[in-house]
């Protein structure tokens, strides 16, 4: 068998684990009954639950920040693109609130692989890349100049903070959603 589906059912099947029972309630017992695979497939693919929850992390992790990049292009006026991010945000929150919560959950406790894990690494690439969309608005005079770290508190952090209610809710108002994209435009404006 192809060691790509077997991965994938693991992966999946992680997830559906972790989000019945939390990482901490979950044994990789469970994982493999779910995914329907051996012992030796399971610990082929990932030797630790925190090996599991790290791929499984930044599997969704990607899948995220694809969605959320997605309008961040060089044509794109600043604004219509750090609003379009903050939008797209809500709108993969609400329509995948399983794999949100899987990232909130995943990420608070703390059960993920230390070190250069996969899911750094994932976020190492997108923030790279976010980092020089910025840099060609601000050269370019479309977006004021601020540390990285403060940009993301003012566009990202809202969102972040509202996640968990928008996950039980699977909605997010059209004035909260507008909201939110003026806020986090307004922050970085030049």
């Known amino acids: 068998m192809d060691p790509l589906p077997t991965k994938t059912r693991i992966l999946d099947a992680a997830a559906k684990v972790f989000l019945e029972h939390g990482f901490v309630g979950t044994s990789m017992d469970q994982v493999r009954r779910e995914a329907g695979v051996s012992n030796g497939s399971l610990y082929h693919h990932f030797a630790t639950k925190a090996q599991l929850a790290d791929a499984l992390y930044a599997q969704t992790l990607r899948e995220f920040h694809g969605a959320m990049l ?112 003026h806020a986090a435009w307004m922050a970085v404006a030049p």
């Open 70 to 181: 997605a309008p961040l292009t060089d044509t794109t006026s600043a604004e219509i693109a750090v609003k379009g991010m903050v939008g797209r945000y809500a709108e993969w929150v609400t329509q995948h609130p399983g794999s949100a919560r899987l990232l909130h959950e995943l990420k608070r406790a703390g059960g993920l692989a230390g070190g250069a894990g996969e899911w750094q690494l994932t976020n190492a690439e997108t923030f790279a890349q976010l980092r020089a969309w910025i840099a060609r608005k601000v050269e370019a005079g479309e977006m004021r100049a601020l540390p990285f770290p403060v940009w993301m508190a003012v566009v990202v952090a809202p969102a972040m903070a509202l996640t968990p209610h928008w996950v039980t809710q699977q909605q997010v108002s059209a004035k909260v959603r507008a909201a939110l994209e």
